[in-house]
């Protein structure tokens, strides 16, 4: 984990989310809220089309610092939902995490993160802290 120093900025991990991903998170969480899977209802809402759940864009953020941490243990993860991954039904959209050590003590290594879908942050504050 020599990478976790503080100032040291995080190789960027793209993800490519699909509908059948949001489809298969649906199921594995429980969540199965229509504005994840059908363009019809999403944008009966003032969507601009479905959108991936929030929490597996979190999950995203995750699996980069699990990565950069040789899945070290997560103390503390979080973030605010600010704006939507749009997932099209053709292809996907890219989820883009990025990080930078803030700081490393007491056993503790802090990162801040940027989370964007083509070139827009779409998680507010997103925070790591992992046990090195």
Sequence with gaps: ?????????????????TRADLVAYAGASGDHNPIHQDEAVARMVGLPGVIAH???????????VATWSDEAEVVELGCKFTAPVVVPAEGGATVRVAGTVKSVADGRATIALEVTCG????????KAVVRV
Aim: glycine share 12%; proline share 8%.
């Design 1 to 17: 984990m020599s990478a976790l120093e503080p100032g040291a900025e995080l190789e960027p991990q793209d993800y490519l989310v």
């Design 54 to 64: 929030g929490m597996y864009t979190m999950a995203l953020a995750a699996r980069a």
């Design 119 to 126: 070139g827009e942050k779409v998680l507010g504050a997103p």
